[in-house]
């Protein structure tokens, strides 16, 4: 399934380069345009439950997605619209997730970001932060046992996750075992409301590499140029065997935790200064200077991302939702266990 | 030649490393020095590669093995005491025990965890944790009290598809022997009766299961035949097995190593009392270790855990009910 879902992908190589650049930014578009959607859709309460947006984050996310190739796993976080769907996610999937439609990948029993398809590579997260970097690592050990050797993973965390347990363990323990592992850090100065100044104590999450006895790298989150170049090569590191990667992008989450927050902490300097830029319209002056695309073939693609974006909501609100009577209700997946946890 | 409960358990890894290429083992001090009670000894070498030191790191442990099982292996974690998986909580309960509801992938990890109490060991190095672990959906939690048990459930918690807690238990590593292994367990869902006998049930699990017997050989010099369930398996629960046998004594103690509150007897005098009240002629009872933590010194410990005498002088009061 995963060469079925990439296979629009072509190769990397810095000659492509416009082409990849063009790529990641029609994911960075398509993501903008669901997430639009899926908040518009919870303030129309056809949501329930929370519903978190990237919005400002599409050009890390997207380069994550865009730059890993057929075969290669990726553990997304919350933000991770962009990088979902270049890695292969169908929209549709979106919409049944948060729908808890009984047709979607988690069958109403997990919803909005929860999703995944751990058969193709693509793991669900759960809410615990930090959680998902040693699960990529595991994937990676039995890639290991099998004998694959090309294959990376990649995973993302904020900055608010790097202050978990679970991720140092991951992290060091993603060292120690020399996994082609890259972990994207997306610096968007708030986990919630609490900003970077109450979050860690070092002058950049970036040194913490040195530490874990890891290759670490920074790039200007706001930027898809830097961002494809900066995750590209730390994956080619990955690949050619030179042990884990750590990539911190900046940028400023352009949106509350989640739609239910207006977010009136946010510091209003950093939305002025060059972190709080929103990548997208960074991305869309870039094209148009580069002549890569003009402003008329922008509209166009925006036009297709939002007929795509509309016929996925439109199959995917006349699914059944849910249904308590045929749910199986069981959380087995051995049939002896699962008679016997049925008996009363 | 003897084997005992632990070299049961190296036996069952053994074979499980030799007949399953997806199978690996990975814990601390596992490899080179075979672990902190020597239930790997050797196999690193035996099987090189596959029996992998960690770091202290209980949760990325279990993590990366919740990982390497969506790509298709069988890990084994040992945990070098059971105390120390409540670092791994979030993992085993959250990531593990949900995966499969969630995503309708399996998750087929096995976590050993040395249980239980020796003399000296304190509250960080002699907890039983399977109350805890069989509270959350998803788990199965298995207790064997045998060298036999010890043998085939743990090959069966590395072939089953869900998660398992394998808790076996330190005190009887070195004290239980056998001559030879058998091959053919009980389904490891079953609860066994492991003495018959007409005036009362007596139900438990793991090391429990001997301090019950030797209650029961007590209890006989005074014409009380006490009969012993070992559930084997605390989650799933096999209710129907205790049931039956209340139904032949109708009287119910529960014996367990752990804390009482809301544990693995609770849960088991609830299913007697909803589903067979009608076959009870005396109120359920259960022991327990005391509910405070697990005192250091060899005295204090000695009447922390509930004894054979205690059991038995339970058992005399509940006959006399």
Redesign the interface.
Known sequence: MLDTLKEHRGEVAPSLFPDLYITAFKWMLLARTVEEKLGSLWRAGKIAGGVYLGKGQEAISSAVGTMLKPGDLFGPLIRDQAGRLAFGEPIIDVFRTHFGSRTGPTMGRDGNVHRGRPRQGYFPMISHLGALVSVVAGALIARRFKGDRTAIGATSIGDGGTSTGAFHEAMNMAAVEKLPLVVVITNNRYAYSTPNSRQFACSDLVDRALGYGLEGHTMDGTDLADCLEVVGNAMERARSGYGPQMVVGHCLRLTGHAEHDDAFYLDKRLLESPVGRDCLKVAESYLCKQKWADETQIESWKKVAKQQVEESVAIAQCEPQADPSEETWCPYATESVAKAHSVR | MTITYLEAIREAQRRALRDD?RV?IYGQDIATFGGAFKATKNLAREFPGRVID??I?????????????????R?IVEMQFADFSS?AI??IV??A????????????ITIRLPSGGNPGSGPFHSQNLESLYAHF??L?VMTPATVDDAYTMLLEAIA???PVIYCEHKYLYNRLKVDALTEAGL???KARVARIGRDLTIVSYSAMVHESLSAAEQLKRGNIEAEIVDLRTVK?L???TVLASVARTSRLLCVGESWPWGGVNAEVIA?VAT?GFHLLDAPPQRINSKDTPIPFSPNLWSVHKPSSQVIAAAARRLFDW
């Open positions: 290429p690996y960690a770091p790191s209980e949760d990325a442990m279990v993590g990366s093995a919740i990982g390497a099982a969506i790509e298709g292996m890990p670092v979030n993992q959250n990531q025990a949900t995966l499969f509801w969630r995503t309708q992938v399996a998750c087929p959906p998803g199965v089953i598809d869900d389904p490891p869902h799933p096999d209710v129907d299913s589903h």
